[in-house]
């Protein structure tokens, strides 16, 4: 695939309709975070319903290769990976206010001018970025919905995958990672089998180290579940 292929049209759900890949979960939200989302929100956040379209240059006021971060939780990641990473520009989105607020908190900290944080749900957002615009994609432990009932609602399905692939620039990752065994499997399965993604790794990649090890990693492997990283490239 190349960039002057057609982009696959992947049909916006009808939002009365929509089968969503998250919770809705409310969460207490201490003094530190409540104060992060009135002072850091207007400076560091936007919401996915207020735009209809989404230019990276505008929003970071640079041109610098952008990283989504899907379902940054509580951004501890997100936070790590930009402050080592500032020739990149990170844009994180999470449904989860108290997350949201505990990256302000942590991006106003150490000072990350490459950090954005989106609300909203991550594929309308990706909707909304012009194609080739992602240097990557990061989808770390993406909730897995193991009931077989509930897998329509995983992150990582065709038409997913499909869009995401649509926005990442040529030779731009798809970074999953998981703990979840069935997951990992399925995942396989869906990345092969994008025509426009290839895996530069005999299936599972080696453990990056620049992905930080997170409190689901740390968790995951006390119950001695291993993590598998998928990282696939955009032909
Ligand atoms: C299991 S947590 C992982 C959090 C984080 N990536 C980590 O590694 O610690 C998954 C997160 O994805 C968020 N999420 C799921 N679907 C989402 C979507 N469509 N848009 C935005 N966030 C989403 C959830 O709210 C949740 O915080």
Redesign the pocket.
């Known amino acids: 695939m190349t960039s002057t292929d057609p982009i696959p049209t992947v049909p916006a759900p009808h939002p009365a309709r929509a089968i969503?890949?998250?919770?809705p979960?409310r969460g207490r939200m201490s003094g530190r975070q409540t104060a992060a989302l009135t002072d850091l929100w207007p400076v560091y956040g936007l919401r996915v319903a207020d735009i209809d379209r989404l230019a990276p240059v505008d929003l970071f006021g640079r041109r610098a290769p952008l990283v989504l971060?899907?379902?940054?939780?509580?951004g501890?990641?997100t936070a790590e990976m930009a402050a080592a990473d500032p020739d990149r520009d990170y844009l994180a989105?999470?449904?989860?206010t108290p997350?949201i607020a505990n990256l302000l908190d942590l991006v106003h900290q150490r000072e990350l001018g490459n950090v954005r944080i989106a609300e909203?749900?991550?594929?309308?957002?990706v909707r909304l970025l012009p194609p080739d615009s992602l240097d990557a994609v990061?989808?770390?432990?993406?909730?897995?919905w193991p009931k077989s009932r509930h897998h329509k609602r995983r992150?990582i399905q065709p038409a997913h995958v499909a869009l995401l692939r649509s926005r990442l620039a040529p030779g731009g990752t798809l970074h999953c990672?998981t703990d979840w065994a069935e997951y990992a499997a399925a995942m396989r399965v869906t990345l092969d089998a994008d025509p426009g993604l290839v895996n530069p790794y005999d299936g599972v990649a080696p453990r990056p180290a620049h992905r930080p090890v997170?409190?689901?990693?740390r968790r995951a492997l006390r119950a001695g579940r291993p993590i598998a990283d998928l990282i696939y490239r955009r032909r």
């Open positions: 969503r890949t998250f919770h979960r971060e899907i379902g940054s939780g509580m501890d990641t989105v999470e449904v989860h997350g909203g749900d991550a594929l309308d957002l990061h989808a770390f432990f993406p909730d897995p992150l990672a997170t409190r689901f990693e």
